[in-house]
């Protein structure tokens, strides 16, 4: 685990990217595993993993990995709220309400990490923002739009955001390309054959 935080946490992008996709899949493997198993992982892992996600995703030399990243957090959400968490992440003995839900425990110590880390945001935002990534958790979509929205408001992302739009960047460029070979495919000699769309490519 110490070496996948260190690879996501890193500056090269690909190593970021690798440790960001190691992470997911690890998710996804503990999730379909022995549940005293997969609790154990929890216990031991999830919340130092939910606060370094949370480092790199507010750190401007990692707006790379944002895609990545919002992938792995509404995995660790959607994880707690359907209730693949069934073991505590908290310390019965320390908490006020015995009726404390995982659900309720992870909402409140996130609003208290992200207070603590960015103390210029109101109480509000963090709570709307918070209560956004469980709303959204589900369509990743528009948990990244809500995490983005979040991070533009943050002091430390003005400037240039270019790395938190990527993905409708690729597919803009991509809409284009493919206008562009629509309409040089209409006049005659226009496209060389060898870049005409093969069979497989048009199915």
């Given at each position: 685990?110490?070496?996948?935080?260190?690879?996501?946490?890193?500056?090269?992008?690909?190593?970021?990217?690798?440790?960001?996709?190691?992470?997911?899949?690890?998710?996804?493997?503990?999730?379909?595993?022995?549940?005293?198993?997969a609790?154990?992982?929890?216990?031991?892992?999830?919340?130092?993993?939910l606060?370094?996600?949370?480092?790199?995703?507010?750190?401007?030399?990692?707006?790379?990995?944002?895609?990545?990243?919002?992938?792995?957090?509404?995995?660790?959400?959607?994880?707690?709220?359907?209730?693949?968490?069934?073991?505590?992440?908290?310390?019965?003995?320390?908490?006020?309400?015995?009726?404390?839900?995982?659900?309720?425990?992870?909402?409140?110590?996130?609003c208290?990490?992200?207070?603590?880390a960015?103390?210029?945001?109101?109480?509000?935002?963090?709570?709307?923002?918070?209560?956004?990534?469980?709303?959204?958790?589900?369509?990743?979509?528009?948990?990244?739009?809500?995490?983005?929205?979040?991070?533009?408001?943050?002091?430390?992302f003005?400037?240039?955001?270019?790395?938190?739009?990527?993905?409708?960047?690729?597919?803009?460029?991509?809409?284009?390309?493919?206008?562009?070979?629509?309409?040089?495919?209409?006049?005659?000699?226009?496209?060389?054959?060898?870049?005409?769309?093969?069979?497989?490519?048009?199915?």
């Amino acid at each position: 685990m110490d070496s996948v935080f260190w690879a996501f946490k890193h500056t090269m992008r690909d190593i970021a990217d690798i440790g960001l996709s190691i992470c997911v899949e690890l998710l996804n493997n503990v999730a379909s595993s022995d549940t005293n198993i997969a609790n154990g992982f929890y216990q031991g892992y999830f919340l130092s993993l939910l606060q370094d996600i949370f480092y790199v995703l507010t750190d401007t030399d990692h707006k790379s990995g944002f895609k990545l990243q919002c992938l792995v957090l509404s995995r660790m959400f959607l994880l707690v709220e359907n209730g693949s968490v069934s073991a505590p992440l908290f310390n019965p003995a320390q908490v006020s309400n015995p009726s404390t839900t995982n659900s309720m425990f992870l909402m409140e110590y996130v609003c208290n990490l992200l207070q603590t880390a960015f103390p210029h945001l109101t109480s509000a935002q963090v709570q709307g923002f918070t209560k956004g990534m469980f709303d959204y958790d589900q369509d990743l979509h528009k948990f990244k739009l809500h995490v983005r929205d979040f991070l533009i408001q943050l002091k430390e992302f003005a400037g240039d955001n270019a790395d938190l739009f990527l993905d409708e960047l690729e597919a803009e460029a991509e809409a284009k390309k493919k206008a562009d070979m629509d309409a040089a495919m209409r006049i005659p000699g226009m496209v060389k054959p060898s870049d005409l769309p093969t069979m497989d490519e048009e199915i």
